[in-house]
């Protein structure tokens, strides 16, 4: 830590105290418990630094310079701890009562830890490459851990006691904390830190993964170009975000584009050589509260946009984004859904949030045409990321939706691999899920007619339209 020590003054420090002690005279002492001054340092870095002190969970940077913030305002203000002397000493132990997360620091610190989950005291477990490891670390008591789940709570200026026993707070930086206590926990204190990882997904690098193929996204491009609008769906940590990044990412430049996050994911600018930007993209974040994704979509229609990224619909705002999407605007958006068949239907719950008179066939009718494309994300067993399904949604026949899925994942079985395990170093062998990503069906005359009025070479949308199902040996 010496090499990042701050730069501090004895002298100033000393005089600052002795100024303290002077405006105290009402008091016997101008020294506080250490609680209070650290109450005091912490108040300070959320109101001042707020952002800085959010990604002290994920960045060592951000940390050393909180580090330093602190030692200045110690010095500054001549802060005195009952019992602790002198400056060195004020400033290390209220730095580590601040900035120490016990057991799991090396975790948090660790790039290629992508979750921490507090089970309980003597269970912590982390998540790599998607599977899970228990650890061997272990909390002192259940007062050093729920004292730790509160330090990072506090990072984004929450709390959490038994009066206040849930919390579900989202990081500037992407990162998300869950954490609930007693009384509600039975055993004492639950902690998930699910980090943002700094990787860019290319397409290049999920073909590698195994979560789709060239081919999945020539036929992606295609719908883009034509500017229809595509949903992308699937469970809570199933890559979702990665996929629509790389979908955007391989857009026109010419498209004027939009994104509306709660917690900003999505980087969509690009730059040339020189770092002047080559597309036209603005880039927005809600503020709890104050700005809601609703009122950044409808702000968005006044921008002249022609894409439009919504990076994950929740409620009401389904009623101004299906709208957009029948109006002549093209929409990418993400949201929760276990396949093709439960899309419209969790859309249709979403839209039904807000204040309508139409009935809900007429609502199904409007969400299959703003959205005839359906991309399906889901994490197997093992650990992997699949695009399990590229679906056209044709409409509703007898209460039932009709829909082809185009491209689809299908299992062919499972095999063994030997890897090194990353806590322990030892080696080991797992089940590893082995499929393959077909090109499943043709598709629709509609869809084919609707591309070549778009403009798209009928070449390239005769492929997709003419083109007979591949199969697996073995597979149904």
Not at 303 to 312: A, Y
Request: hydrophobic share 35%.
């Amino acid at each position: 830590m010496s090499s990042n020590r701050p730069n501090i003054q004895k002298d100033k420090y000393e005089a600052n105290v002795q100024r303290q002690l002077q405006a105290a005279i009402t008091s016997e002492t101008s020294a506080r418990a250490l609680e209070n001054a650290v109450d005091e340092v912490r108040d300070y870095l959320t109101t001042t630094y707020p952002d800085v002190f959010q990604n002290t969970l994920n960045d060592l940077n951000s940390r050393n310079k909180i580090r330093a913030y602190i030692a200045k305002f110690i010095q500054d203000k001549g802060i005195k701890v009952d019992g602790v002397n002198g400056l060195q000493e004020t400033i290390a132990i209220i730095t580590d009562d601040i900035l120490d997360f016990g057991p799991i620091t090396e975790d948090i610190d660790n790039e290629e830890i992508e979750e921490i989950r507090v089970n309980s005291v003597n269970d912590i477990r982390i998540v790599i490459k998607g599977k899970e490891y228990r650890t061997d670390k272990k909390f002192s008591s259940l007062k050093q851990a729920i004292s730790i789940a509160k330090k990072i709570v506090r990072t984004v200026g929450k709390n959490i006691s038994p009066s206040e026993p849930i919390v579900d707070a989202r990081l500037k930086n992407g990162q998300r904390v869950a954490a609930i206590m007693e009384p509600i926990c039975l055993t004492g204190i639950n902690l998930t830190i699910r980090k943002q990882k700094n990787e860019v997904f290319t397409s290049t690098k999920l073909i590698e993964f195994g979560s789709a193929t060239e081919e999945m996204f020539e036929f992606t491009d295609m719908l883009g170009d034509a500017d229809l609008s595509v949903e992308v769906i699937g469970p809570t940590n199933s890559g979702k975000t990665a996929t629509l990044q790389t979908i955007l990412s391989r857009l026109s430049n010419d498209k004027r584009i939009i994104s509306m996050e709660d917690t900003a994911e999505l980087n969509l600018l690009k730059f040339d050589e020189e770092k002047n930007p080559i597309n036209s993209v603005l880039m927005w974040e809600t503020k709890e509260g104050v700005v809601t994704l609703s009122d950044l979509l409808k702000h968005s229609l006044r921008q002249s946009p022609e894409t439009m990224v919504l990076g994950e619909m929740r409620g009401a705002e389904a009623q101004t984004v299906i709208s957009a999407a029948n109006t002549g605007h093209q929409v990418y958006n993400s949201f929760h859904a276990n396949g093709p068949k439960d899309a419209p239907n969790r859309v249709l719950q979403m839209f039904m949030m807000g204040n309508t008179t139409l009935t809900q066939d007429m609502i199904l009718d409007m969400i299959i045409m703003a959205f005839p494309i359906c991309i399906f994300q889901k994490k197997l067993k093992d650990g992997s990321r699949k695009i399990i399904s590229i679906s056209e949604l044709e409409g509703y026949e007898d209460n039932k939706l009709v829909y082809r899925e185009i491209f689809k994942f299908k299992v062919t079985g499972t095999t063994e691999v030997e890897e090194t395990h990353p806590l322990t170093g030892k080696k080991y062998v797992r089940k590893k899920i082995v499929g393959k990503h077909l090109f499943n069906s043709p598709i629709s005359k509609n869809l084919y007619e609707r591309l070549i009025e778009e403009g798209i070479d009928e070449r390239l949308a005769v492929k997709f339209y003419k083109r007979a199902p591949e199969q697996i040996k073995g597979v149904d």
